[in-house]
T-cell receptor
Framework: DTGVSQNPRHKITKRGQNVTFRCDPI?????LYWYRQTLGQGPEFLTY????????KSRLLSDRFSAERPKGSFSTLEIQRTEQGDSAMYLC????????????????FGAGTRLSVL | DQQVKQNSPSLSVQEGRISILNCDYT??????FLWYKKYPAEGPTFLIS?????DKNEDGRFTVFLNKSAKHLSLHIVPSQPGDSAVYFC?????????????FGQGTRLTINP
């Protein structure tokens, strides 16, 4: 069990550039979540995948943001035309298949990708 | 609209004493409440949870209390150890269209002094 892996760990980009982050969930976890965390705040939900289907998106996810999970394994989060306000820690989490009971739905987080937009 | 609030940004406690971290929420739809712990350069790690139908859950040195009428929960750590120094996030869960969504508080930085 290697845990949730996120790459890169840090990304510095210029305003207006596109960036893409990758998340590899724990194997056999069919649920995958993206969160954004800014300084002094807790993580904020962005989007959720069950297998390859994107089932829920937050209003925080503007049309410049797109997330994919093409084969139900790893996921990518792309930000187009980055703005300084996009600077944040982007966290990915995964949870195993199961019912609504929390015991089968604990979300395991990766270490995140820190984005700095200059 | 902050549905989950942790009003204390930081807390400093002597080693061996009790640490009490507090959290308030506003949404009655939450069915579980969780505490996550975060060390620098790492992602949040799950610590303990409580169902909305319970009022207490205990796991070793960690106990979470839920007061539904006050919409308040607290995490007690006793005795506190230096390795407990971290940022603690309170989170509340609700289900919507098959997705479990977590709403996090702002976090409380706990420092355990030797």
């Amino acid at each position: 069990d290697t845990g949730v892996s996120q790459n890169p760990r840090h990304k510095i980009t210029k305003r207006g550039q596109n960036v893409t982050f990758r998340c590899d969930p724990i194997s056999e976890h069919n649920r995958l979540y993206w969160y954004r965390q800014t300084l002094g705040q807790g993580p904020e939900f962005l989007t959720y995948f069950q297998n390859e289907a994107q089932l829920e998106k937050s209003r925080l996810l503007s049309d410049r943001f797109s997330a994919e999970r093409p084969k139900g394994s790893f996921s990518t989060l792309e930000i187009q035309r980055t703005e300084q306000g996009d600077s944040a820690m982007y966290l990915c989490a995964s949870s195993p298949p199961g019912g609504a009971m929390l015991a089968k739905n604990i979300q395991y987080f990766g270490a995140g990708t820190r984005l700095s937009v200059l | 609209d902050q549905q989950v609030k942790q009003n204390s940004p930081s807390l400093s406690v002597q080693e061996g004493r009790i640490s009490i971290l507090n959290c308030d929420y506003t949404n009655s739809m939450f069915d579980y409440f969780l505490w996550y712990k975060k060390y620098p350069a790492e992602g949040p790690t799950f610590l303990i949870s409580i169902s909305s139908i319970k009022d207490k859950n205990e796991d070793g040195r960690f106990t979470v209390f839920l007061n539904k009428s006050a919409k308040h929960l607290s995490l007690h750590i006793v005795p506190s150890q230096p390795g407990d120094s971290a940022v603690y996030f309170c989170a509340a869960r609700y289900l919507i269209q098959g997705a479990q969504k977590l709403v996090f508080g702002q976090g409380t930085r706990l420092t355990i002094n030797p």
